[in-house]
Antibody, heavy 121, light 110 residues
Framework: EVQLVQSGAEVKKPGATVKLSCKVS????????MHWVQQAPGKGLEWMGL????????KYAEKFQGRLTITADTSTDTAYMELSSLRSEDTAVYYC??????????????WGQGTLVTVSS | QSALTQPPSVSGSPGQSVTISCTGT?????????VSWYQQPPGTAPKLMIY???NRPSGVPDRFSGSKSGNTASLTISGLQAEDEADYYC??????????FGTGTKVTVL
């Protein structure tokens, strides 16, 4: 069974840095990109960036360039999302997500349960 | 990269069909067949419903179908059911090798 398990909620002060994790199981971590998505309270989904765990290559949305770092640790099958210079507008739920994973029988996309980050002084 | 444009809301009675549009540009939907659709009921994580314009993942009912014409992609829900009530988002790959989501559409079952 494919699972993406994210780390717990965080409370940070403005200007701080947050690092979230997403541990995967049930598939070969290096075979599929890992995306990170932001959802502010009551708002829509915003694509932040992705990492190719195979070689560590990343792509970031222009909005987050310079503040966002996404990495992948193949020794623990865990992806990380680090966002710096936090401001109140970064208060949101952050999701990790895969594209379609083609299993022996099934094909599906998978999302983590989400991690709430609250930025407040 | 601006968000793809979706109608804020659509509604229909049980059994009816509804279609959600997702309008982009020649830098995203118009160039690539890498358009996905996601369903998000309140308080839950999104779920992939359609990938590569018109393909359904395992377990997604065939009431859900996708298509694309020019710079606009569409998701159609046929035989609308109460459980289909949720927010729906499109997503496309772009010429900058990034992705962009749509603005989201709330589907209401009357």
């Amino acid at each position: 069974e494919v699972q993406l398990v994210q780390s717990g909620a965080e409370v940070k002060k403005p200007g701080a840095t947050v690092k979230l994790s997403c541990k995967v199981s049930g598939y070969t971590f290096t075979d599929y990109f890992m995306h990170w998505v932001q959802q502010a309270p009551g708002k829509g989904l915003e694509w932040m960036g992705l990492v190719d765990p195979e070689d560590g290559e990343t792509k970031y949305a222009e909005k987050f360039q310079g503040r966002l770092t996404i990495t992948a640790d193949t020794s623990t099958d865990t992806a990380y999302m680090e966002l710096s210079s936090l401001r109140s507008e970064d208060t949101a739920v952050y999701y990790c997500a895969t594209d379609v994973i083609f299993g022996v029988v099934t094909k599906a996309g998978y999302w983590g349960q989400g991690t709430l980050v609250t930025v407040s002084s | 990269q601006s968000a793809l444009t979706q109608p804020p809301s659509v509604s229909g009675s049980p059994g009816q069909s509804v279609t959600i549009s997702c309008t982009g540009t020649s830098s995203d939907i118009g160039t690539y067949y890498r358009v996905s659709w996601y369903q998000q009921p309140p308080g839950t994580a999104p779920k992939l419903m359609i990938y590569e314009v018109s393909n359904r993942p395992s377990g997604v009912p065939d009431r859900f179908s996708g298509s694309k014409s020019g710079n606009t992609a569409s998701l159609t829900i046929s035989g609308l059911q109460a459980e289909d009530e949720a927010d729906y988002y499109c997503r496309s790959y772009t010429t900058r090798s990034t992705y962009v989501f749509g603005t989201g559409t709330k589907v209401t079952v009357l």
